[in-house]
């Protein structure tokens, strides 16, 4: 560590500003991991940074750091990580300012997800205030941080590295709880139990090139790619599932590249995205679409390859999310929804090590101009947390 002054570990608003304050762009840090390891170690936390590399990616630093030697061991995850600010000039101020205006927190990350990870920081520190270090309890366990710089990025030299760090040195996680800025509209509505799985799928179907004014000459694969997407989108793929919504298939580019208004084409190109749920895999979808293409095809001559960027997976209800719920309901008097719904987050690494929930701030701002949060969710946040510590661990409160 660098000589880093720790910001008060009790006050979120404060570490949130200092976090913000680190232009860590994936894929830099930006001093970001160094700021939040200088604090944790102030509260006594084993702190351990770890820089992870790969064939045509860049280097990713990473921060594992646990208070308490003894089992079970609840982890904290996310990523300092944050996406560019775009257009800077949109911005009302800096985006790497950390302004309080009008009782919101702006700049990059303060909604995904820096300024959760400075409330689980100060929940910690208040549970030790009050409670007293975990090796110290009448039944020990351990509170840890598992923070990636590369959850923006390709997610390589991240968190799944760490994972498999910590599983080579036989470091257990027993439950997990990622602070993804889960809610829509209000703190309190919704923790997300399981995340549908992505994948990408590229068709490429060839055809013979020639002049459009002698198409029996020719062999167009224009016509030819859009019966095959036609049949694509008009197979319903399921009806969901108890947890999840009905999976999806969107096409997102179509791509001829061709100058010559009176040329038909030799090759046709298109991209799409499916979102599933968890009454498929990726390979049992690879499977049906083929045979959708194949049927619609008649003799067409096509290519399709696929990017799986994540499987369906659901953490059944149970005494995780059980106490994330009661403590948001304790707190703000809501009853958060369990949900799989929006994209991927690393949780999809963490579900294979522990049970996996996520619960973090109002999502409304993140990734656009002028993101921000309310200093008070940061501070109702920071008391959820705390409320699910002691409740995880059989505390007083």
């Given at each position: 560590?660098?000589?880093?002054?720790?910001?008060?570990?009790?006050d979120p608003i404060a570490l949130a500003q200092a976090l913000i304050r680190c232009p860590s762009v994936t894929p830099e840090d930006g001093g970001a991991l160094c700021v939040l390891e200088?604090?944790?170690?102030?509260?006594?936390?084993?702190?351990?940074?770890?820089?992870?590399?790969?064939?045509?990616?860049?280097?990713?630093?990473?921060?594992?750091?646990?208070?308490?030697?003894?089992?079970?061991?609840?982890?904290?995850?996310?990523?300092?990580?944050?996406?560019?600010?775009?257009?800077?000039?949109?911005?009302?101020?800096?985006?790497?300012?950390?302004?309080?205006?009008?009782?919101?927190?702006?700049?990059?990350?303060?909604?995904?997800?820096?300024?959760?990870?400075?409330?689980?920081?100060?929940?910690?520190?208040?549970?030790?205030?009050?409670?007293?270090?975990?090796?110290?309890?009448?039944?020990?366990?351990?509170?840890?941080?598992?923070?990636?710089?590369?959850?923006?990025?390709?997610?390589?030299?991240?968190?799944?590295?760490?994972?498999?760090?910590?599983?080579?040195?036989?470091?257990?996680?027993?439950?997990?709880?990622?602070?993804?800025?889960?809610?829509?509209?209000?703190?309190?509505?919704?923790?997300?139990?399981?995340?549908?799985?992505?994948?990408?799928?590229?068709?490429?179907?060839?055809?013979?090139?020639?002049?459009?004014?002698?198409?029996?000459?020719?062999?167009?694969?224009?016509?030819?790619?859009?019966?095959?997407?036609?049949?694509?989108?008009?197979?319903?793929?399921?009806?969901?599932?108890?947890?999840?919504?009905?999976?999806?298939?969107?096409?997102?580019?179509?791509?001829?590249?061709?100058?010559?208004?009176?040329?038909?084409?030799?090759?046709?190109?298109?991209?799409?995205?499916?979102?599933?749920?968890?009454?498929?895999?990726?390979?049992?979808?690879?499977?049906?679409?083929?045979?959708?293409?194949?049927?619609?095809?008649?003799?067409?001559?096509?290519?399709?390859?696929?990017?799986?960027?994540?499987?369906?997976?659901?953490?059944?209800?149970?005494?995780?999310?059980?106490?994330?719920?009661?403590a948001v309901t304790a707190i703000t008097g809501r009853a958060p929804e369990l949900s799989t719904t929006g994209g991927t987050s690393d949780a999809r690494f963490i579900k294979e090590f522990?049970?996996?929930?996520?619960?973090?701030?109002?999502?409304?701002?993140?990734?656009?101009?002028?993101?921000?949060?309310?200093?008070?969710?940061?501070?109702?946040?920071?008391?959820?947390?705390?409320?699910?510590?002691?409740?995880?661990?059989?505390?007083?409160?």
């Open positions: 560590m660098t000589n880093v002054t720790p910001m008060p570990t009790e200088t604090s944790l170690a102030a509260l006594g936390f084993a702190t351990t940074r770890l820089r992870f590399s790969d064939v045509d990616t860049p280097d990713v630093d990473n921060l594992y750091a646990r208070l308490g030697a003894g089992g079970p061991n609840f982890c904290f995850a996310g990523h300092t990580d944050v996406v560019p600010v775009g257009d800077d000039g949109a911005w009302s101020a800096d985006p790497f300012a950390g302004d309080v205006r009008d009782g919101y927190l702006f700049g990059r990350g303060a909604a995904d997800m820096k300024s959760a990870i400075a409330a689980f920081s100060a929940a910690a520190a208040r549970l030790v205030a009050r409670h007293g270090a975990p090796d110290d309890w009448d039944k020990p366990g351990s509170i840890s941080f598992l923070i990636t710089g590369d959850e923006e990025g390709p997610a390589i030299n991240g968190t799944r590295k760490v994972l498999e760090w910590l599983a080579e040195k036989g470091e257990a996680l027993d439950a997990c709880l990622v602070g993804e800025p889960t809610n829509p509209q209000a703190l309190g509505d919704m923790i997300k139990i399981g995340r549908r799985g992505s994948m990408m799928g590229y068709l490429t179907v060839r055809g013979i090139q020639g002049h459009a004014a002698y198409p029996h000459l020719a062999d167009n694969p224009a016509h030819r790619i859009v019966r095959l997407l036609d049949a694509l989108t008009a197979e319903r793929l399921d009806d969901g599932s108890e947890h999840f919504q009905p999976s999806t298939l969107q096409i997102t580019t179509i791509d001829i590249g061709n100058p010559g208004e009176n040329v038909i084409p030799g090759e046709a190109r298109a991209t799409f995205n499916i979102r599933f749920c968890d009454l498929h895999t990726s390979e049992s979808l690879k499977t049906r679409l083929h045979e959708i293409l194949a049927a619609a095809g008649d003799g067409t001559d096509y290519s399709l390859d696929f990017r799986i960027t994540g499987e369906a997976f659901l953490t059944p209800p149970g005494p995780l999310s059980e106490a994330i719920s009661s522990c049970p996996v929930a996520e619960f973090g701030l109002v999502g409304e701002t993140m990734h656009k101009v002028d993101e921000s949060v309310s200093c008070a969710d940061i501070e109702t946040l920071t008391e959820i947390y705390l409320r699910v510590l002691e409740t995880y661990f059989g505390l007083s409160q």
